[in-house]
């Protein structure tokens, strides 16, 4: 993926952040909602941490034969 795909994809979680504060400011979500929105931005950001991981891995191990 190239730093611009991380990018959207940080923002993009940044934005579904924003949209979940605003319903609980309104009282339009349950907790349980809330833990269920969180667990899903938990796992997208583990999933982009991991890429990010494993390319910097790749290109360290391609520069430096």
């Not at 833990?35 to 360290?60: H, P, R, W």
Request: charged share 30%; with cysteine.
């Amino acid at each position: 993926m190239t730093e611009d795909g991380y990018i959207k994809q940080l923002d993009d979680i940044r934005c579904h952040i924003g949209s979940l504060w605003e319903s609980v400011n309104d009282g339009n979500v349950s907790a349980k909602d809330i833990l269920e929105e969180l667990d899903g931005m938990q796992s997208d950001l583990a999933f982009i941490v991991d890429d990010f991981i494993d390319l910097e891995l790749d290109e360290l191990i391609q520069n430096n034969p």
